[in-house]
């Protein structure tokens, strides 16, 4: 485990600590200019995170999604969700989680997906395959639609576009379809217990720690037109296999 990813799961804990301490509380809810929540459990947590990666690394750049963007244009540039699934979190139910990734020179290198209602911790890094709780994960080797696990999320901006006719498609062909949602889908994926994820309505911060962790078990990790990451994405295409995600990406796209 390089310093990188120790740094993060230490971040990820000392936000756990927080989290737990005003989860099942009455806490004010403020909302922001994008309409979404935003908790003092989320920025207190965020500080924890904060505290610990720039006290081992100063130098890194920043970009937290309740305190905003630092020093970006430098070569280490740590992603910070503290709480993805804040609705969720106020709302007293456990789909919630922090995300922290390390992205270096434009490549996402390390990520930790943390869950503490689930007691769920997943997290990788490049070259070092995937972890969920303590145990090495692999995705499965399901190379068919006919044979897959299909699990969608925030389907609403499809809903909307031709990219719903492509979804119809796909899930008529898949064996099972399921709506698992935030972390918890691909931790099932790149634990090899679901084979296909389609989201959309998502952004970097939400998805980035998740995107290592699927790839470092074996799995790909692109957008619904079949593109690589960035710091715009909105939309998630993972699959267990080349040929599945190649499937999917063929209906979704004709």
């Known amino acids: 485990m390089t310093p990188f990813l120790k740094t993060a799961i230490d971040a990820a804990l000392s936000a756990q600590d927080v989290i737990q301490r005003y989860y099942r509380q009455d806490v004010a809810v403020e909302i922001k200019p994008d309409q979404t929540p935003v908790t003092v459990a989320d920025l207190e947590s965020e500080k924890a995170i904060k505290s610990i990666i720039t006290a081992a690394f100063p130098d890194h750049g920043i970009y937290g999604e309740e305190t905003g963007q630092e020093r970006m244009d430098s070569d280490c540039l740590w992603l910070i969700d503290p709480i993805d699934g804040t609705k969720s979190f106020v709302r007293r139910y456990p789909f919630f989680s922090t995300q922290i ?128 990451l960035s710091l715009e994405t909105t939309s998630v295409l993972a699959a267990a296999t080349p040929e599945l995600h190649a499937e999917a990406l063929t209906l979704l796209n004709p």
């Open 101 to 228: 990734a390390l992205r270096r020179d434009g490549e996402l290198v390390a990520g930790v997906s943390n869950a503490p209602e689930f007691e769920e911790m997943a997290y990788a890094e490049t070259g070092g395959g995937a972890f969920l709780a303590g145990e090495a994960i692999r995705v499965s080797d399901i190379r068919t639609l006919e044979a897959a696990t299909l699990s969608i999320g925030n389907v609403k901006t499809l809903a909307g576009g031709p990219g719903w006719q492509g979804l119809a498609r796909i899930v008529q062909r898949v064996n099972r379809t399921r709506g698992y949602g935030d972390f918890y889908h691909y931790h099932l994926l790149a634990s090899g217990r679901i084979d296909l994820v389609v989201e959309s309505d998502v952004n970097i911060l939400d998805i980035a720690a998740l995107a290592v962790i699927v790839r470092e078990a074996g799995g790909i990790f692109t957008d619904l037109q079949g593109g690589p």
